[in-house]
């Protein structure tokens, strides 16, 4: 008689997608998900994301630590050979992320807003990819939605309708920003392709109010100020079908 297969455990599932698992567990989740679609599902959706992370982040590793974040070592710092070990893996895990909101917050302390829509296309990246759980709250609770991410940014937030354009609301979620919260609104066409626009207060306190646009590795995003929130409009499109779309945002909120 065939022993009953061993329950897989979410931990299991992240170190599966993530190849961290032994041979011999490996083979035992794999045979798994080959009789639990919903999971193999989840784990394929971590895979893309992965992926899409990579493309996103790995050619800042590349780039010059910018020099007003080297900082000199105290002298006790060489007599600590634990606590320094311990701080590179901390740096490996989130420095790439954190050094990019570090050079975004001084971006907007000099006028610029790329920590923003570096923030906004890190967010499309993760959340895009989603099957079961794209956003915080669905579509059908806007009303809920629109409340609940105006109370928690301190202004009046509007959620757009982008029908005309061939875009229906998925929902929306709460997300920090460097300045403070942030909202992100999703919506998908008949295809299946996604939008997301990423809405913060304008900490920066810009001015500009133009639409502007820069490319992220394959995500384009729109962006720009309107009174005291900052919008940026990302997704995997052409410049001119995705700045239709941005003009339809802007139209919906400035009727």
Request: charged residues 20%; contains cysteine; proline residues 7%.
């Amino acid at each position: 008689m065939n022993e009953p297969m061993q329950t897989v455990n979410e931990d299991e599932l992240q170190a599966y997608a993530d190849g961290q698992l032994d041979e011999p567990r490996r083979a035992e989740v794999a045979a798994w998900l080959a009789s639990h679609p919903a999971d193999a599902g989840r784990v394929e959706d971590c895979r893309r994301q992965n992926a899409a992370l990579h493309a996103l982040f790995d050619p800042v590793l590349d780039e010059p630590v910018p020099p007003r974040l080297h900082r000199p070592q105290p002298a006790s710092w060489h007599n600590m050979p634990l606590l320094r070990h311990a701080a590179v893996v901390a740096w490996l895990t989130i420095g790439g992320t954190l050094g990019w909101f570090l050079h975004g917050a001084q971006d907007v302390r000099s006028g610029t807003t790329m920590a923003f829509v570096r923030q906004a296309a890190v967010a499309h990246v993760v959340y895009t990819p989603e099957v079961r759980h794209p956003v915080e709250v669905g579509a059908e609770q806007e009303t809920h939605l629109a409340a609940w991410l105006s109370k928690r940014l301190g202004v009046s937030v509007r959620v757009p309708h982008l029908n005309e354009a061939g875009y229906e609301l998925v929902g929306g979620r709460l997300l920090p920003g460097s300045s403070g919260p942030a909202a992100q609104f999703m919506y998908q066409d008949g295809r299946g392709q996604r939008l997301t626009l990423y809405v913060r207060t304008d900490g920066g306190g810009s001015r500009e109010t133009a639409f502007r646009y820069t490319r992220e590795n394959n995500i384009g995003v729109f962006y720009w100020i309107d009174g005291p929130l900052g919008y940026a409009l990302s997704g995997d499109l052409e410049k001119p079908e995705l700045l239709k779309v941005a003009q339809a945002v802007y139209h919906q909120l400035n009727p």
